[in-house]
């Protein structure tokens, strides 16, 4: 007997699993329930047609219901809203009417959180998750010509957001109620965005949340009045879970709906899959919350495959993402220090600023690149790359060697394709590989950019071993210059029963200095990253 099987939700996860199961159940009835009028489109599109990037609408539908009909003999009901399950009777009603199933899939996705704020939700005030919030931004822009806009929040989306209302001409402010923005990245790591922002003329407001919202403008808890024609809202989102909890489903300890590595809830019959749900961390093997397209439509495979017969199991998920902020990429993957020291977890973290092709080859840019490691075992945990060229890539293989379960070594040893255009003999990932291996083993101890006041303060020598002129650019105040070619005949200057914190630009040359220096009976340490990380990180609190 054919089975029937209803699906709450379209878009990634709905759909990845509503087509899959047609593909291995041509016999299946399927139907799949959206609340909105588009069952199959771009989500993660929708900023750049504000800015005029996809400068066709139509581009960002995937599939129409017709279409969907057609070539997958899918029973789609558009703009209709799952209002409760009855588990028992096997049944969802709707309000059109009471509909049965054998197999139910939700793919309910996440509720945009709105902030308790006075005067929110005001004429002009928006979310961005769909084609109708999108149609509603475009067409308020239009009718009143706005010039000012306020994005409420600095995660991926919001920036998104900001970059293309400037792209559109508008003089855009960003308020972040954290100390930074994009907070899967650590603090030094998304100081480089928050540059570029400012560079380009974007206004940031951090620790200064909004208090009260009028017509015309936001006012921030400090006082300021920041004048706003439009408000994008991108404070973050929460698994909308209401339907499964209504029908006493299990939800998970991070707010997701508990599911098996099957993607089976709670209910034998029920499964669910997407941003709703609770995941593993795969690096910290703790429950979490982590709404991501990829992940969601991996999610809708597996669970078509185990209702069909094929056991598969969802692995977890590692929160590898990445958005480009005008001239600058920002990527992640796995933990930031703030999970792991938050879950309790042990790890080291290394910082260098390689370039993303050969030096000497036209065009090389420096990237920011930040691993973090287990101290006992060199496992990697996480990884943050910031730069303008080169990003996507490293990341890639990063969250390809964690998923693997690959340590320092491994990424020491990785052969990697170089041709002067595209990378260097030693890419950034080797080198990556290399500096946690000389931390590992004892050649050099490891100092973090936070850490240096504390040096300071308990004494150590902070010795600056780049040429006199680079130090024109800036210094660490209270540091001494010692070039490295003259390191060796001016031993005699520092002193053997102080701590010495060598840095240079960007940590090779320090290291450097740091082994002869070791060798001649000196405690030293590096400063990771050196200059550049040190630098990078003024602009933020510990």
């Not at 709703?276 to 961390?281: C, F, G, K, L």
């Not at 991996?298 to 692995?315: E, H, K, P, T």
């Not at 914190?501 to 001649?520: D, E, F, K, P, V």
């Amino acid at each position: 007997m054919a089975k029937r099987i209803v699906i709450v939700g379209g878009v990634a996860g709905g759909m990845s699993a509503a087509t899959r199961l047609r593909r291995l159940d041509e016999s299946a009835e399927i139907v799949v329930f959206e609340r909105g009028p588009f069952v199959s489109f771009a989500n993660c599109g929708l900023p750049y047609h504000i800015g005029g990037e996809i400068d066709d609408r139509a581009k960002l539908i995937v599939q129409t219901p017709k279409r969907l009909r057609e070539v997958f003999n899918l029973d789609i009901r558009a703009n209709t809203e799952v209002l409760s399950i009855q588990p028992q009777a096997k049944t969802v009603t709707t309000a059109t009417g009471v509909e049965p199933y054998d197999e139910l899939i939700l793919a309910t996705g996440t509720t945009a959180v709105m902030p308790d704020v006075p005067g929110i939700g005001l004429p002009g005030h928006f979310t961005l998750r769909t084609i109708p919030d999108l149609d509603a931004i475009l067409a308020w822009i239009q009718a009143k010509n706005a010039k000012t806009a306020l994005v409420l929040g600095g995660g991926f989306i919001g920036l998104e957001a900001a970059e293309q209302l400037h792209r559109r001409g508008l003089k855009v402010t960003i308020v972040e109620r954290n100390p930074q923005v994009l907070t899967p990245l650590d603090r030094e790591m998304a100081s480089h965005v928050h540059a570029e922002l400012t560079k380009h003329g974007v206004t940031v407001k951090l620790q200064n949340p909004v208090a009260s919202f009028d017509e015309t403008a936001a006012i921030l808890q400090s006082g300021e009045r920041i004048p706003a024609d439009i408000v994008v809202i991108g404070v973050g989102v929460k698994p909308n879970t209401a339907l499964a909890q209504a029908a006493g489903l299990a939800i998970g300890t991070s707010g997701g709906i508990f599911v098996d590595p099957r993607l089976q809830t709670s209910d034998p019959h029920i499964w669910a899959v997407g941003d709703a749900i609770e995941v593993t961390h795969i690096a910290t093997l703790t429950p979490a919350v982590i709404p991501l397209a990829g992940p969601a439509n991996r999610q809708g495979r597996i669970v078509a495959d185990n209702i069909c017969g094929l056991n598969s199991q969802y692995q977890g998920t590692m929160g590898t993402a990445i958005v480009r902020v005008f001239d600058v990429v920002a990527a992640c993957t796995g933990a930031n220090e703030a999970r792991l020291k938050r879950d309790g977890i042990n790890f080291e973290a290394i910082h260098l600023h390689p370039n993303s092709h050969a030096g000497y080859y036209p065009g090389a840019k420096s990237l920011a690149l930040k691993i973090l490691f287990a101290p006992e075992n060199g496992r990697l945990l996480g990884a943050q790359v910031v730069g303008e060229d080169g990003v996507d890539k490293r990341i890639d293989i990063l969250a390809t060697a964690l998923y693997g379960g690959m340590t320092i070594d491994d990424l020491a040893e990785l052969e990697l394709a170089y041709a002067p255009p595209f990378g260097s003999a030693k890419d950034p990932i080797n080198l990556a590989g290399m500096a946690a291996q000389n931390m590992l083993c004892g050649l050099v101890r490891v100092a973090q950019w936070h850490e240096v006041p504390k040096l300071i303060e308990s004494g150590a020598v902070v010795v600056d071993v780049r040429e006199p002129a680079e130090r024109d650019g800036g210094v660490i105040p209270g540091s001494v210059n010692i070039p490295l070619g003259e390191l060796r005949g001016r031993l005699g200057e520092l002193p053997k029963d102080r701590e010495i914190l060598t840095h240079c630009a960007s940590g090779q040359r320090s290291y450097n200095a740091c082994r002869i220096l070791m060798q001649h009976g000196f405690k030293c340490w590096n400063l990771t990253g050196s200059y550049k990380t040190w630098k990078a990180a003024q602009g933020v609190s510990e």
